[in-house]
């Protein structure tokens, strides 16, 4: 159990590796706004395993709390879904989806922020949404505001990930490609799982989740961005090195 709490320290190295090679990658290629949205969202998926690293390393406290939820449950994978869009979608179409969630997001943080807190044992290592509210229930609907925004994700991240995947299943030269967005969405599924479990106490499934996950996602987004190969250059390049060993 004890490794498992210190699990998300782990995680929370790899995303900043992960996501410096994401904005490597749009330095060298410029090209579009979806690697923009996809490294800042692991960075911020590393950020939420930050707070949950700090809380395993000095204990609860509200500030961490609060970062956490914000980090963790509002903005969990909703740029990664907001990188997808810009892949599937017109930019005019993208550009209005984002004038829509970016202002739902910073309400939602912003009501996390102001919302009370129940009681909670100062230097417990496991985190729980549930401490969300005031006792007499009237801060509740704030716990209410992650749903929406988690179906967001899901339906364009998780979605979008097997809609590409179908997409690419059917070209030979691209089921690189295929695999890797099966990989993505499989690693954007295993935290939302681990979600559930943290919602009913079990806050060490979702840190393995949380791992797992990242690793997964990663690996997809290398055959995504993996140069097809292109068959008519090999063979012609094979022909040709057949010619210079003959000569």
């Not at 990658?25 to 969202?41: A, D, I, V």
């Not at 729980?128 to 009237?138: A, H, I, Q, T, Y």
Request: include cysteine; charged fraction near 15%; aromatic fraction near 16%.
């Amino acid at each position: 159990m004890d490794f498992v709490l210190h699990l998300p320290i782990l995680t929370t190295l790899f995303s900043a590796f992960f996501s410096h090679r994401i904005f490597e990658h749009y330095r060298e290629s410029k090209s579009g706004p979806h690697l923009l949205w996809w490294g800042f969202g692991v960075a911020i998926y590393g950020l939420g395993t930050l707070f949950e690293s700090l809380v395993t390393l000095f204990g609860w406290n509200p500030i961490l709390f609060r970062m956490w939820y914000i980090s963790g449950a509002l903005l969990g994978g909703v740029p990664l879904a907001q990188g997808t869009v810009y892949l599937l979608f017109k930019r005019k179409t993208a550009n209005t989806l984002s004038s829509i969630l970016v202002p739902f997001l910073i309400f939602a943080a912003a009501s996390v922020l102001l919302a009370p807190l129940k009681e909670y044992p100062f230097g417990a290592k496991i985190l729980s949404g549930r401490v969300l509210g005031s006792p007499d229930g009237s801060w509740t609907w704030v716990r209410f505001l992650s749903p929406f925004i988690n179906t967001y994700a899901v339906i364009f991240l998780i979605g979008g990930a097997f809609l590409s995947a179908y997409r690419y299943s059917k070209n030979p030269r691209t089921r690189h490609r295929f695999y890797g967005n099966l990989f993505i969405a499989v690693g954007a599924i295993l935290p939302g799982i681990g979600g559930s479990f943290s919602r009913m106490g079990h806050t060490e499934v979702l840190y393995v989740t949380e791992f797992v996950g990242i690793l997964l996602i990663f690996w997809g987004y290398r055959l995504c961005v993996k140069t097809p190969v292109d068959e008519s250059r090999l063979l012609a390049k094979m022909v040709f090195e057949k010619e210079v060993l003959r000569t």
